[in-house]
């Protein structure tokens, strides 16, 4: 009998064959020209390094020659395509809660970003958000605070500079903090600022960290630069998984992606910090005149935008949600980054009211 069950089950398996090899196809939001396709590339590297191409295999392809950045999103949640390299906050239209997942004005930082993802349950709120839309989403790259604004005709030395100017500037919260400070926004995508600028379709624009900025060529249509780059204090990017691709994989492969993804996190930051000091060398050497917001300026900027994320939270309850295990962790934390100052990773900003933000998120 147990004979019998063995040769059965061998027969079973020669029927079955050997298994058949997952083949993804992987975009991004980024075109070639922009250095932030290089954080993509370098996930898709490791990622084919580290899982037998017998099992995985992740064909990347540049932003925009599949399909446009905007549409990226749908393609991964349809499972037209298997995987799709963003950042979150360009889907806020969609859930206000992207929004906080991508950036913040004037409170995470880098590391703030990478403690909560790993330390304090944010990798959980991540596939819990993207979950809503049919996708597991892994963070694998992270920048501290971006340039700030770059303009063509006119510095932005004071807050007032900033009066009547129309900014191409990314973000939920950040388009209305701008306009309080009496800027307009206008949005665009990252391969459309270098004409918008030369045109005078805009005054000036912010994007990301200084190489993305002059991956850009903002250096050849910018005269001034106005740090720092208060409005997106720093930026997460990830890779959107479509469910029923992550399902089919082993538990061993999910563990592999996840690994990569962790890799290139840390990749991604120090990569950039070299990159970002390489590029402020050569803005100021094309004659970039740079200027610095002075801190009572920047006091009063954090002022307006703790009332902004509050507003945009209690409007939101996923992003309220959001917001409420962001400053939780902030405040957790500041117990040791304050008691360890100045040798510490960075400051403890006097974000939100935590309580009223919790009772905006029902909790």
Known sequence: MFAKYLMGAATAAVLAGPAMAENWTMTTTWPSSLELIEIDKKFVEIANA?????????E???GGSLVPAGEVFGAVESGTIQAGGDWPGY???????????ATTASLFNAV?????????????????????????YLPYGVTNNESGFRTVSKAVRTTEDLQGLRLRVSGLEQGKLLEKLGGSQVSMAG??????????????????????????????????????????????????????????????NQERLKVAA?????????????????????????GTEITRLDDATLENIQNMANETITEV????????????????????????????APFNLGRTPQGPDLARIQECAGG
């Open 50 to 58: 580290l899982i037998d191409d017998e099992d995985l295999t992740i």
């Open 60 to 62: 990347f392809f540049d």
């Open 91 to 101: 889907w806020a239209g969609r859930d206000a809660a992207f929004s906080p997942l």
């Open 112 to 136: 703030d970003y990478v403690n909560w993802i790993k330390g304090w349950g944010g990798a959980e709120i991540y596939n819990e958000v993207y979950g809503k839309f049919g996708m597991v």
């Open 191 to 252: 391969g459309e600022i270098y004409q918008s600028l030369e045109r005078g379709v805009i005054d000036g624009a912010e994007f990301s960290t200084p190489n993305v900025d002059l991956s850009g060529g903002f250096d050849q249509v910018t005269k001034y630069w106005s740090t720092p780059g208060w409005h997106q204090s720093s930026s997460i990017f990830g890779v959107m998984i479509n469910k029923a691709a992550w399902d089919a994989l082993s538990p061993e």
């Open 262 to 286: 962790d890799a290139t996190l840390l990749w991604s930051l120090a990569n950039t910090e070299k990159r970002a000091t390489e590029a402020y060398q050569k803005f100021q050497e094309a």
């Open 313 to 340: 939270a209690c409007d939101n309850p996923s992003s309220a949600k959001v917001y409420a295990s962001m400053l939780g962790y902030l405040q957790d934390y500041s117990k040791w980054r304050d008691a360890s």
